[in-house]
């Protein structure tokens, strides 16, 4: 599953839509699952090993410049404290499914977890 520089799980949120972040839209959504942004500075996000650079983009939000894999909208989720934790995968709220998602682009529907075994690192500065 997609992975931070640090090893945060990245997820995605069932009611966004390709290149459309409803998320953002609450202050409530938002403070529950941060979206991953680009630093100041920084242009385009960075592939890690595993990760089709391709699939990258970005699209503007309140926060900056949020990371997009394969067009969806990325978010972190407060209730992880570890690297390599999913705990928000699975939850229902804000108008859909919280799901981790595979390198290839597809969303992985099943329970959570608290360990990933193979995490897809994206490197960069975020």
């Not at 949020?66 to 407060?78: A, K, M």
């Not at 799901?99 to 490197?123: D, H, I, L, Y």
Request: glycine residues 12%.
């Amino acid at each position: 599953m997609l992975v931070d520089s640090t090893g945060r799980t990245l997820y995605i949120l069932s009611a966004d839509q390709q290149h459309v972040a409803t998320c953002l839209r609450s202050a409530q959504c938002a403070a529950a699952w941060p979206p991953l942004t680009l630093p100041t500075g920084t242009t385009s996000p960075v592939a890690g090993t595993g990760i089709t650079n391709a699939m990258l983009s970005t699209l503007d939000g309140p926060s900056g410049r949020q990371v997009t894999y394969d067009g969806w909208p990325l978010y972190r989720f407060v209730g992880d404290s570890a690297p390599g934790e999913a705990l928000g995968q699975g939850i229902a709220n804000f108008g859909g499914v919280w799901m981790t998602m595979a390198a290839s682009g597809t969303p992985v529907n099943r329970p959570s977890s608290t360990t990933s075994t193979s995490p897809a690192p994206m490197n960069g500065n975020y």
